[in-house]
Nanobody
Framework: QVQLVESGGGLVQTGGSLRLSCAAS????????MGWYRQAPGKQRELVAS???????NYADSVKGRFTISRNTAKNWVFLQMNSLKPEDTAVYYC??????????WGKGTLVTVSS
């Protein structure tokens, strides 16, 4: 089992920045990749960014050039630096960890609200 706890959400104006953090605990040795997903009201959850154990990253087209995902050396924290935020970035952001066996673990989410 892997436990994930997000922090760093909040209210920010258009053009502002936020940094989300996710702390992983438990069987983190089994984790292959971690990432951030988001879900806006009335929409499906979507991938925002992911990073593998080899530090390979992947971003949604809508956030490329504005968001940066990173992990610490111990690989028990993952961060999402969000710059140039837009109202359409408003959503609940979820931390995800995927094990080498393909099992997904989720945090409870943190709300990001971007005001226009």
């Amino acid at each position: 089992q892997v436990q994930l706890v997000e922090s760093g959400g909040g209210l920010v104006q258009t053009g502002g920045s936020l940094r989300l953090s996710c702390a992983a605990s438990g069987s983190i040795f089994s984790v292959n990749a971690m990432g951030w997903y988001r879900q806006a009201p009335g929409k499906q959850r979507e991938l925002v960014a992911s990073i593998t154990s080899a530090s390979s990253t992947n971003y949604a087209d809508s956030v490329k050039g504005r968001f940066t995902i990173s992990r610490n050396t111990a690989k028990n924290w993952v961060f999402l630096q969000m710059n140039s935020l837009k109202p359409e970035d408003t959503a609940v952001y979820y931390c995800n960890a995927r094990s080498v066996r393909g099992v997904d673990y989720w945090g409870k989410g943190t709300l990001v609200t971007v005001s226009s």
